[in-house]
């Protein structure tokens, strides 16, 4: 089903959500544009840095939790803090990823202006296809929200990788290393970091599922 979901700020073009995906960008303020001006403005390529462990992450989560649970109501089946900053002692990039679980994807285009109110940008990412995303920024600081579906493969993987980090130190300090090493081989490449994390990550995972 493809639906108007609104006109490029700049040019005035219709911008359509069809199978679940924006054809358009959604700006800080909440205006649309359409994927023809976003490309004219020069995008800053995000960089590397890791930060030490920090204790008011998890407090960060929880407040966003509560924001997240509201906006979404019934449709949220579960709201979880992933990524690294979910697990204690490990250095980050200091941004809160939040994962949240909903019944089906393909109620997700309704959520967006629920999660607009709140801060939380949709950005289309075509090549996600288990997961939508969202970003938020507020006081310096980061949030990455994954949709994706209530007990899914994505759910459970996350999920999988998270507590077993979480129960194995020795793991942890691990991809501590791992993930210090990558990050200064990829500082100013940052798809390239995230991408070679993956084969640590699948590992884990695979130990996890063996428990």
């Known amino acids: ?30 205006t649309l544009c359409c ?11 995000p ?9 008011v992450w998890p407090a960060l989560f929880e407040r966003e ?11 949220a089946l579960g709201i979880e803090h992933i990524g690294s900053t ?3 002692g490990l250095e980050a990039k ?3 990823d939040i994962m949240a679980g909903v019944k089906s994807l393909y109620s997700y285009a309704s959520y967006i202006p629920h999660l607009s109110a709140i801060g939380y940008m949709y950005i289309p990412k075509p090549e996600l296809v288990e997961r939508r ?3 938020k920024e507020k006081d310096s600081q980061t949030f990455h929200l994954h949709v994706c579906e209530f007990g899914g493969k994505e759910w459970d993987e996350k999920l999988l990788f998270r507590d077993y980090l979480r129960q194995h130190p020795e793991a942890m300090e691990e991809y501590n290393s791992h993930k210090q090493t990558l990050a200064v081989r990829y500082q100013k490449n940052r798809p390239a970091y995230t991408k070679s994390k993956e084969p640590f990550i699948s590992s884990i995972i695979k130990k996890a599922k063996e428990k």
Request: net charge negative; hydrophobic share 35%; glycine share 12%.
């Open 1 to 30: 089903m493809r639906e108007q979901a609104g006109k490029c700020r700049n040019c005035g073009t219709s911008i359509y959500c069809s199978g679940g995906f924006l054809e358009g960008v959604v700006n800080n303020d909440q």
């Open 35 to 45: 994927f023809p001006c976003a490309n004219q403005t020069p995008i800053e390529r």
């Open 47 to 55: 960089t590397v840095s890791l930060d030490p462990y920090r204790p």
């Open 65 to 75: 939790q509560g924001f997240i649970a509201e906006a979404l109501g019934e449709g």
């Open 86 to 88: 979910a697990i204690p």
């Open 94 to 96: 200091p941004i809160i």
């Open 133 to 135: 995303f969202f970003k």
